[in-house]
């Protein structure tokens, strides 16, 4: 397994498939950031055609056990980001 690309590579694939500057693909993605993070964190989703979908999800609340004690314990509600890969990806990653 080989290694996450970092920012500063991504940085530069990025540069490079679009063929400007890093300065300019850093703003991209940097952008393209804050969009998905604006939008999930109000309830909402974003499609990445070809990668997947990101979107937050509503968890109730519910009765969860302290693996070290045993102890039965509430949780209170909360959300929870999820991402669902898109069949071009798996189709794409199951080929190679």
Do not use: H, W, Y
């Not at 055609?49 to 102890?71: D, H, L, Q, S, Y």
Request: net charge positive; charged share 30%; glycine share 6%.
């Amino acid at each position: 397994m080989t290694k996450p690309l970092t920012k500063t590579q991504l940085v530069a694939a990025v540069a490079e498939a679009m063929e400007t500057d890093k300065k300019t693909a850093t703003a991209a993605l940097d952008a393209i950031a804050d969009i998905i993070t604006s939008e999930v964190a109000k309830g909402g989703a974003v499609t990445l055609p070809g990668v997947g979908k990101i979107f937050c999800r509503e968890r109730p609340e519910r009765m969860v056990r302290n693996p070290a004690t045993g102890e039965q314990i509430k949780k209170d509600a909360d959300r929870q980001v999820k991402v669902t890969i898109a069949k071009a990806l798996k189709d794409v990653v199951n080929a190679a």
